[in-house]
Each structure stands twice: as structure tokens, then as C-alpha cells.
């Protein structure tokens, strides 16, 4: 994951950022330290009350399931004929 302040793939909270000024929301991914400076900055910004998300996954689901569910979702793609989404 990307954002603003260039953090790519590491474990860090995301915050909810509110301009005072204009009530646009945001997300934020940075650490708890950035977060109080760029607060103590930007006085019209304040943190939103609800709990921070922890981004903790990169990359897609299929790599982090069993093999059971790999098989499973191959039998299916292949009963389900020529047509199939399931998988590629």
C-alpha cells in the first residue's frame, strides 16, 4: 500500500483524518509518531474517534489458503464448464 507520506507494504496502522475546515475524511497509513506531528502541524485536522485499522496483509488471498482450497476451487472451476470465473 502506497500513500502520500511513501509507505509501501509494511505493517502499519491506518488512521481517519478530518479537516475541520472543509469535514473531508481520509485514510491515513502512518506510524503513531507521524500521526502526532502532522496533527500538531495542521491545527484545523484532528483524528477521528473510532478504533485505527492495522493493515497487516499484502498481496492476494489465494497465496494464504491451504492446498485443501485450492483443490476444491480447481474441481469447481473445472465441473463448472468452459464458461467459469472462478478461477483463471
Known amino acids: ?3 502520500k507520506n511513501g509507505l509501501i507494504g509494511k505493517i502499519m496502522p491506518v488512521y481517519t483524518i478530518i479537516d475541520t475546515n472543509t469535514k473531508k475524511e481520509w485514510d491515513e497509513v502512518m506510524s503513531w509518531s507521524s500521526l502526532e506531528k502532522l496533527l500538531s502541524e495542521n491545527p484545523n485536522l484532528k483524528q477521528s474517534h473510532e478504533v485505527p485499522k ?3 496483509a499484502v498481496g492476494g488471498t489465494l ?3 491451504s492446498d485443501g ?3 476444491l476451487t480447481k474441481r469447481m472451476h473445472e465441473k463448472a464448464g ?5 478461477i483463471k
Open 1 to 3: 500500500m502506497l500513500n
Open 63 to 65: 497465496k494464504h489458503t
Open 82 to 86: 468452459k464458461e467459469s470465473k472462478i
Open 69 to 71: 482450497w485450492k483443490d
Open 54 to 56: 492495522i493493515v497487516s
